[in-house]
């Protein structure tokens, strides 16, 4: 039994040791970085109605969806927000407020001049996006990781050694976001009672900046 006891305890020893062994092997450590700018294709707007009271709220509410409607913009992508009451306001004491996603395909010119209306309180830009992001996402992770790696190759070539098999891979959190909302555009369309006239303006997507995705990936690799 004793000897049992050794030898169960010789074991284990040796197991840890190996484990130590393989913790303790030589590997250099690198960043891989990489940066992609994306396309917007879909923004969603804020808008926002008003009405002395709920009969013309209600008319308000229908000239909004038939403008809507014909800047090609489908009824599925209209969303009701909140609506309000101030009972001490001279005018407009009915608001109501929509969020409304356009693609595109909408024409975003002439849905900025038909709704440059008395009845309209508000439009602006709640959100710039790309339907596509999780794929680019992706994207920018496996390039990250492949310039870790290769980051990795031309340091230990220099050196006479080579990279061995992946140790550890670690994916750092940079900021960034499905969607962007760009200074130059949010300040064309922050006043739409204003701005909505002027032909000089470009309310197209060819007006909107890109969205900027950065992912790291630090890794390290066993050094042959």
């Known amino acids: 039994m004793k000897l049992r006891h050794f ?113 309209v309180s508000n439009l602006n830009v709640a959100e710039v996006k790309s339907t596509k992001i999780a794929d680019f996402r992706k994207t920018v992770k496996i390039n990250a990781l492949k310039a870790a790696k290769e980051k990795a190759d031309y340091l230990l070539e220099s050196m006479g050694k080579k990279t061995g098999a992946p140790l550890e891979i670690i994916e750092i959190e940079d900021y960034t976001s499905d969607m962007v909302l760009p200074v130059a555009y949010k300040s064309s369309v922050r006043n739409m009672q204003m701005e909505a006239a002027d032909a000089t303006i470009d309310f197209s997507f060819d007006n909107i900046e890109n969205i900027k995705l950065k992912y790291s990936i630090k890794t390290r690799y066993e050094i042959l």
């Open 7 to 119: 030898l169960l305890i010789g074991i284990f020893t040796l197991g840890s040791f190996v484990n130590a062994q393989e913790v303790k092997k030589n590997a250099i450590e690198v960043t891989g970085v990489t940066e992609l700018e994306v396309e917007p294709d879909e923004i969603i707007f804020s808008v926002g109605i008003k009405a002395d009271n709920k009969n013309d709220l209600a008319d308000n509410e229908k000239k909004l969806f038939e403008t809507l409607k014909n800047g090609g913009v489908k009824n599925e992508d209209i969303k009701f927000k909140s609506m309000y009451q101030n009972i001490y306001a001279k005018n407009g004491k009915f608001t109501k407020s929509y969020q409304f996603k356009v693609n595109t395909k909408a024409n975003i010119s002439k849905i900025f001049e038909d709704l440059n209306q008395k009845w």
